[in-house]
């Protein structure tokens, strides 16, 4: 089975510039995940999907961040300005279904983003 | 609101002596409880988890962990070492409270000494 794609692998941009991320998660996974990883530190939930509805957004700095996920498949996260702050690792992963909690986490590469 | 606390940020071990990587969490629920692996440039891979069956969960590459309520811990072992277990680990909780959000430890970095 094909695991969860992510484009870019690497983006350098410079600060107040946008960039865009997409995912495309593992066929007939309910729910998709964005998380930042900052050098040294774990994964933070940024916004989960359950189809295409959001679950829970409640870390996401919405002045300037912003994600969709349009007909329940692949999602694309933006930010828009991007501060020097936003470096980090974006991942994507996808669970075949979050309302047990019990489902695993499939995670893609991840997007490594250096904002100068 | 439920959170996980991993108690040492690095670990060293020498190939082939036991390891033990330390996980305590908090949650007002029946918690689900993973560990996740990360490798230098890898994507984070399942290691283990536990969903309320039995206690003592086995992963793979020989990893076990168990889930002990009464400590409110869920510590990762395994008896012997290898070179190729050297990397980041996660412990992670997700219960029903806040619609099963999903909350990352800050990690363990593994070194391994030949």
């Known amino acids: 089975e094909a695991g969860v794609a992510q484009s870019p692998r690497y983006k350098i941009i410079e600060k107040r510039q946008s960039v865009a991320f997409w995912c495309n998660p593992i066929s007939g996974h309910a729910t998709l995940y964005w998380y930042q990883q900052i050098l040294g530190q774990g994964p933070k939930l940024l916004i989960q999907?359950?189809?295409?509805?959001?679950?829970?957004d409640s870390q996401l700095p919405k002045d300037r961040f912003s994600a969709e996920r349009l007909k329940g498949v692949d999602s694309t996260l933006k930010i828009q300005p991007a501060k020097l702050e936003d470096s980090a690792v974006y991942l994507c992963?996808?669970?075949?279904?979050?309302?047990?909690?019990?489902?695993?986490?499939?995670f893609g590469p991840g997007t490594r983003l250096t904002v100068t | 609101a439920q959170s996980v606390t991993q108690l040492d940020s690095h670990v060293s071990v020498s190939e082939g002596t036991p390891v033990l990587l330390r996980c305590n969490y908090s949650?007002?629920?029946?918690?689900?409880l993973f560990w996740y692996v990360q490798h230098p440039n890898k994507g984070l891979q399942l290691l283990l988890k536990?969903?309320?069956?039995?206690?003592l969960v086995k992963g793979i590459n020989g990893f076990e962990a168990e889930f002990k309520k009464s400590e409110t811990s869920f510590h990762l072992t395994k008896p012997s070492a290898h070179m190729s277990d050297a990397a980041e680990y996660f412990c992670v909780v997700s219960d029903r409270g806040g619609g099963f959000k999903t909350i990352f430890g800050a990690g363990t970095r593994l070194f391994v000494k030949a």
């Open positions: 949650s007002s629920y029946s918690p689900s």
């Open positions: 536990y969903t309320s069956a039995a206690t």
């Open positions: 999907f359950q189809n295409n509805g959001v679950v829970d």
């Open positions: 992963a996808s669970s075949a279904w979050g309302g047990m909690g019990g489902y695993e986490q499939y």
